[in-house]
């Protein structure tokens, strides 16, 4: 069966320090990853995937299929990433169907 | 870029009542919409995915005769809760594939419609 997990649900760190947001996914065949992100009182939008293998904001995530991963990065983390984000994993079938994870919300204090 | 409208953005019924969402896509066409439910701090399920000109398809669990979805147009989905009960009390969120180009497998989002149903 298809699954993201994201396994936490909250990570605070301060202005300036790492963040990593983990994700983990299982999926029998060849899947396509995303990250979207939601800032408080705004919609749900794309954050990146990992096909473009793009940088957005500053932020990163490299798919690694041995780990079944595709954990999110950010060297230096700003007050405004703070948000709730969702990893999601797209099917490569007809279906264009995504499977969200949990979320983790990231808190950038100051 | 490519924008979804969510129509209501609240609305509050009494039980028994019915409640139509409507998702909108503008300035392109989409022939699939999805239809997500996000419970408090929880994440999004997907409920169904609405096609243009044929019948929605539900993911298991979810009753289709209680989640009407009808998609009559390329720019046009509407969701309706019938008999609505407390339990339907939840965040609708629709979806639609961003238009050819900008990536295939990109959603674009709505930006909810939150039902309390009394």
């Known amino acids: 069966a298809q699954r993201v997990t994201q396994p936490e649900k909250l990570l605070s760190v301060f202005k300036g320090a790492p963040v990593e947001l983990k994700c983990n996914y299982s999926y029998s065949g060849s899947p396509e990853l995303f990250w979207y992100v939601q800032y408080s009182r705004q919609r749900l939008q794309l954050l990146l995937r990992h096909i473009s293998r793009e940088s957005i904001k500053g932020f990163t995530a490299d798919l690694n299929k041995g780990e079944t991963s595709f954990h999110l990065k950010k060297p230096f983390a700003q007050e405004e990433d703070s948000a709730m984000y969702y990893c999601?994993?797209?099917?490569?079938?007809?279906?264009?169907?995504?499977?969200f994870g949990s979320g983790t919300r990231l808190l950038v204090r100051p | 870029g490519a924008v979804v409208s969510q129509h209501p953005s609240w609305v509050i019924c009494k039980s028994g009542t019915s409640v139509k969402i409507e998702c909108r896509s503008l300035?392109?066409?989409?022939?699939?919409m999805f239809w997500y439910r996000q419970f408090p701090k929880q994440s999004l399920m997907l409920m169904a995915t609405s096609n243009e000109g044929s019948k929605a398809t539900y993911e298991q669990g979810v009753e289709k005769d209680k989640f009407l979805i009808n998609h009559a147009s390329l720019t046009l989905s509407t969701l309706t809760v019938t008999s609505a009960h407390p339990e339907d009390s939840s965040f609708y969120i629709c979806s639609a594939r961003a238009p050819r180009g900008s990536g295939a497998n990109v959603l674009t989002f709505g930006a909810g419609s939150r039902l309390t149903v009394l």
């Open positions: 300035d392109f066409q989409a022939t699939t």
């Open positions: 999601a994993l797209n099917r490569m079938d007809s279906s264009y169907k995504l499977i």
